[in-house]
Structure formats: structure tokens, C-alpha cells
């Protein structure tokens, strides 16, 4: 089963939603790295929820899309920066 079987079809345009946004909040001084994951749940169920309505399904969505952004994310960071260490 692929990721894409899990999230519905109209919630793929949130993962680089979640993704840019992850990118503006990491250039934000005042945000701690730590704290980019959850700010970044909390908008991914926020906006699902307005797609699919504040109900398991909109939830659900958020945790998928941020996970597959945020997973997505460490993998590229992972994959540049393996020959450094």
C-alpha cells in the first residue's frame, strides 16, 4: 500500500503546503528546531480539517500529510548530508 492509498487525493497539495511552511518557520530565529514538527501538526490538522471537517477524517489527513512533509523532509536533509558525517 502506497502513501498515496492513505491520503486522500485533494490532501497532496498540503504536503508542500506543510513543507514551505516548515522552510519559512526554520528561518525564524524566535522558533526552536524541536518545536518545527509539532507547529507544523497543528497546521497540517488545522487545514485538513477545513477540507474534510473537524471530524477522524480531517484529523487524520493532518497527521498523514505533516508526517509524509516533515518524513520527506528528513530524508532529502538526510540524503545531502551523508557524506558529512
Known amino acids: 500500500m502506497e502513501f498515496t492509498e492513505l491520503i486522500q487525493d485533494n490532501g497532496l497539495i498540503l ?4 513543507w ?3 522552510q519559512f518557520l526554520k528561518e525564524t530565529p524566535l522558533i526552536k528546531n524541536w518545536l518545527i514538527p509539532y507547529i507544523l501538526l497543528v497546521i497540517g490538522v488545522l487545514l485538513s ?3 474534510w471537517g473537524w471530524n ?3 484529523i487524520t489527513q493532518g497527521i498523514l500529510i505533516t508526517g509524509v512533509a516533515v518524513l ?3 530524508l532529502v536533509k538526510q540524503a545531502c548530508n551523508r557524506d558529512r558525517g
Not at 504536503?15 to 506543510?18: A, G, Y
Request: glycine share 18%; charged share 0%.
Open 49 to 51: 480539517c477545513l477540507t
Open 15 to 18: 504536503i508542500p503546503v506543510i
Open 72 to 74: 520527506g523532509h528528513q
Open 56 to 58: 477522524s477524517t480531517g
Open 20 to 22: 514551505i511552511i516548515g
